[in-house]
Every structure is written in structure tokens, then in C-alpha cells.
């Protein structure tokens, strides 16, 4: 049965500052993606403008969605983020076929993905992630074990969570910054070479080539505002969160940019495109053997603030579906401790199974289009927001609006179009999904009624 309207689901507390939010944006995004995504780009468009091409339009694209997001958090300062702003602009039943999918898809399926990748940096060191074998048994059950131990650590408490979410981001920024700088001024320049690849000419390919590419890229900037789903426990979320979603997305951006010219530095077009794991390649070059150990050791602490920041913030997409009466009241109740218990178990189990049945890549193309079609809603809401709610305040409030929206809406679609087109199968899961989910929802709203 959803939760009833007036249930106690337990208090909210306002003890997170904008520290946090940059910590778990970073967190969020910044993952397994930037270790192994820059080659996967490369071979898709073996150019270097092609390539920087497409890091700069994910930059673009969360440039535009953090200015979008950043009005509606600091407007509607409400937890459940990207699913609180489709509820107020396109109401019920869309914003649960959006929260619907983030947690039966995009935030476990995210969330095992990078679990996955740490069993195999656990038991076999960064190596293995370098090769595109199945994830072995041994690996897979190090996954299950750290979703569930870092689920433990956010079941102490949301100050506990989010304590070692900001460790974790320092570690991780000074680690990834550090290496990639070392790495450039230890290991020779790449040789130039004559080149063998080349970007396809036909529209139709290009666009194909470029969806794919895009689809490594999206994911890797894919998180760096989830800060907004913790709007309802931040203090002063009006200024706090607009202030977090840009750090976020500059400290973002900058790594990404210094890890592809350190990784095209060292390795050159051809090399970048042949690697399957960008990053050990280029600290074997630099360091050798000990490069290896090194970079085992920074891909843990940054797939480990990954893994602890979808428990920061999934279980808030679940609160507010149970707000809205969409959801069983015991997976939006929040205890003293502020860690909410049958959402946090609710994530852990779904991500296990993920993480039991998926590889990586599997798992990656899964949560891409949902994403995307996500970005899209939430940009179109902001116009609707405009128009409804001319008064309220806003103090953040974004510039042309008109023209970033749309810009935002036409590079979604058109992305939307790539993934299709590269991977059908992945965007038909996705629409089963929501389908199943339409489904649900007619069942719990005719038993509201």
C-alpha cells in the first residue's frame, strides 16, 4: 500500500553545508568513468579535436544543467531532487515513473557498476580492469560486500555519511590531480605517428560513433548534481546548493580536462584509442611496476566515494515518493539519526543483484538514456515553473532561460537519438521499465482512490 497522506515519516534536519554537496557531487561523479571512459571516447573518434570535442560538450551539457538546476534547487529547496521538480511541474504520475526508474534502474544499476569495478581492483589490482572479461565469482562477491558495508556506515547516521563522503572527496581530488600531473612530467611525450583510424564521414555514422562516445562521457559527468537530492537536510539549500552544483562542476571539469591531456600527452591518439584502461597504461609509462600498485591504490579511494555517495543520496528519491503518497511509508521514513533504514536496504539488495548479473558496460548503458530523458524534463520544467510561479522566490535565477532550455532540450534529444541508435537494446529495457512502472502506478493510484 503507497504511505498515507499524513503519515509521520519522521523529520527532516537541515545539518549539511555546501562542503558536503560539492563532496558528493564530485563523488558522484567522479568514478570508475575517467579511469576507463577516455579511451572508449578515443575509439570512437580517434582525432584530438573529436575528442575534446565531445569531453567539452558533456561539460557543456552539465554547464547548461547545473544553471537549470540550480534555480529549481535554490526555488524548490525540497528533497528528491530531479524527481521533486517533475512532480511540481508535470505532476503525479510522471514524477514517479521518474523516481520509479532511478530506483529500480539508474541508481542501483550506477551504483553496482562501480561496486563491480572495485571487486575486480580488490582482488586482482587496477589490471584487471584493463581487460573486458566478465567480472570473476571472486570479484563479484567483494562488490556485494562493499555495497553492504558502506550501506552499514550510512546506517550510523547522515553526519557519519557524510563525514567520509568529504574525506573521500579530498583524497580523491588530491590523489587523481596529483597523479595526472606526475604522470605528464615523468613519462615522455608520445611519438607522433602516422594514424590508422579515422572519424566515419557519413552523417548517419558519425552520429552513431559520436552517440557512443557520448554515452562514456555522459556517464562520467552524470552526478555531479546530486547534491540537490539532499536539499531537504542542507542549511540555507537557497544559496548552499547553487554555490555546491558550480564547484562541483568546475573541481569536475578540471580533472577530466587535466586526466585527457595527461592521457593524450603519454599515450597519443592511436595509444589513447587502443587502451582499455587509459590510466594503468599511462602509469606503467610513467612509474612501472609501481605505477601499477599506485594507481590500485587512487581508484579505490575513488570508486569507494562513488559507491558511498549513491547511499547518500538515492534513499531521498524514495522519501519523497513516499511524501507523495507513491510509495510505502516505510522507505521515506527518516529515524533521529537521519539515515533513512528500508530505502538504504532497498538500494543495497537491488544493487547486489545488479552487481551479481551485469558487467560494467552492461550495466553503463542501461542508465545513460534514463538520464538524459530525466535532464530533459527537468530543463522544460524550469519554463513551466517561470509560468506558473512568476512570484516566487528565486535566488538563483538563471539568464536567458529560453535559450538555455532549449539548447539543453535539442542536445538531449538529439543524444537520445545516438543511444538508439548505437544501443537499442539497452533503450528498450529502459522503456520496459517505465512501462512496468505506468503499470504500478495506475495499480497504487486506483487503490488510492
Known sequence: MPAERGVDLGPLRRVLGSTTGVAVGVGMAVGAGILRAPGAVAHELPSQAWIFAAWLLGGLV????????????????????????????????????????????????SLAGVAVATGELVTTGAVTLAV???????????????????????????????????????????????????AALAAPPAAAVASTMSVPNEPGLLLAAFGTAMVSVIFTFDGYADAVYLAGETRDPGRALPRALLLALLTIVGLYLLANVTFLHVLGVEGLAASKFPALDVAR??????????????????????????????????RLLAEEGMALAALGHVPASGAPVWSTLWIALAAAAFALTNTFDQLLALTVPVISLTTVLVAVGLLVQRRRAPDRPRPFRLRAAPL????????????LL????????????????????????????????
Open 62 to 109: 552539465a554547464t547548461l544543467d547545473a544553471l537549470i538546476v540550480a534555480e529549481m534547487a535554490a526555488s524548490v529547496p525540497r528533497v528528491g531532487g530531479l524527481a521533486a521538480y517533475v512532480r511540481l511541474s508535470f505532476g503525479r504520475a510522471p514524477a514517479f515513473l521518474v523516481g520509479w526508474s532511478m530506483l529500480l534502474l539508474t541508481w542501483p544499476a
Open 132 to 182: 573486458d572479461a566478465p567480472p570473476t565469482p571472486m570479484g563479484r562477491a567483494v562488490a556485494v560486500a562493499v555495497i553492504f558495508v558502506v550501506a552499514a556506515v550510512n546506517l550510523l547516521g547522515l553526519r557519519c555519511g557524510a563525514r567520509l563522503e568529504i574525506a573521500l572527496f579530498l583524497a580523491k581530488v588530491g590523489l587523481l590531480g596529483g597523479v595526472c600531473v606526475a
Open 285 to 318: 609509462t610513467a612509474f612501472g611496476s609501481a605505477g601499477t600498485r599506485g594507481l590500485t591504490t587512487v581508484a579505490l579511494v575513488v570508486l569507494l566515494g562513488a559507491v558511498n555517495a549513491y547511499f547518500l543520496t538515492g534513499p531521498r528519491i524514495a
Open 404 to 415: 538555455v532550455v532549449g539548447v539543453q532540450v535539442a542536445i538531449g534529444m538529439t543524444l
Open 418 to 449: 545516438g543511444y538508439l541508435r548505437a544501443d537499442p537494446r539497452a533503450l528498450a529495457i529502459d522503456l520496459a521499465a517505465l512501462g512496468l512502472g505506468l503499470l504500478v502506478y495506475r495499480r497504487l493510484d486506483a487503490t488510492a482512490a
